[in-house]
């Protein structure tokens, strides 16, 4: 099957749209911006571009929110006058890369005793829930304590599956898979800092491979992080990229 952007799993609502851009709000989480952006159908003239910017501004200072984001259409460049603007005005700029992978073409993993991988269920929700809080306070308290309501609100979709890895016993990594009719996507994979390097990003991938052999795996990398790189030597094709942009107001 063709893989686009279009198989990425989008939390949010659209709550406007024409002909230039769709805008994506998530009320239940205001400080995800991943959930809170503009998406345009087409690369946007400066003006264009200036106009969206303002919208969104004053739409989420409405609501408390002190950020805008904005992500571009799939494999296409900005153009000059935009890219200074944004270069200008402070936006951070990165890009996602979009990959895609037939799980008999992963490759072998080493069985490793000392770590375990569980679906997460009632008996496992509490440490599961403690991991990821104990990431998610890199982004602040609000950032954390809010999803750890998205987590209950996962754990409850039947079209999402929640994987918790264990080493030696000890809470250590985890990830969800978002389940549709032809695809499984890895998403929100996390190995804890003082587990890296024990194959225990791979096993947990491994574990989707053999239990959704009759789907297409996809993910999305940050661009510019050495992920990135992990995925290309697991066989992981290419598949396009998006730019995006944001900005965060002091005030």
């Given amino acids: 099957m063709q893989i686009t952007f279009d198989n990425i799993y ?37 003006i264009e571009f200036q106009n969206a910017e303002t919208y969104l501004r004053d739409f989420h200072l409405k609501n408390g929110q002190k950020h805008v984001k904005f992500y571009f259409p799939p494999n296409e460049r900005l153009g000059a006058d935009l890219d200074d603007y944004l270069n200008h005005s402070g936006y951070d700029i990165g890009f996602l890369e979009l990959y895609a992978i037939q799980p008999n073409q992963f490759p072998t993993v080493n069985e490793n005793p000392e770590i375990e991988i569980q679906v997460v269920t009632e008996v496992n929700l509490k440490p599961f829930l403690l991991l990821q809080y104990q990431h998610d306070l890199e982004y602040g308290v609000e950032f954390a304590s809010q999803r750890q309501e998205l987590h209950k609100r996962n754990f409850q979709d039947q079209n999402i599956q929640q994987l918790f890895a264990l080493y030696k016993g000890d809470p250590a990594g985890s990830v969800d898979i978002i389940i549709s009719e032809d695809t499984a996507e890895i998403d929100g994979l996390v190995v804890d800092e ?38 290309r030597r697991q066989n992981y094709k290419f598949h396009g990229y998006k730019y995006h942009v944001q900005k965060v107001y002091e005030d």
């Fill in 10 to 46: 989008t939390l949010g609502h659209v709550v406007f749209e024409n002909h230039l851009y769709k805008h994506i709000h998530y009320p239940e989480m205001l400080v995800r911006y991943d959930s809170n952006f503009i998406e345009f159908k087409q690369i946007p003239s400066l």
């Fill in 194 to 231: 003082d587990y890296q390097r024990k194959g225990i990003g791979s096993r947990l991938q491994k574990f989707v491979m053999e239990n959704f052999q009759d789907r297409t795996i996809i993910l999305v990398a940050d661009g510019e992080d050495t992920p990135r790189e992990m995925y």
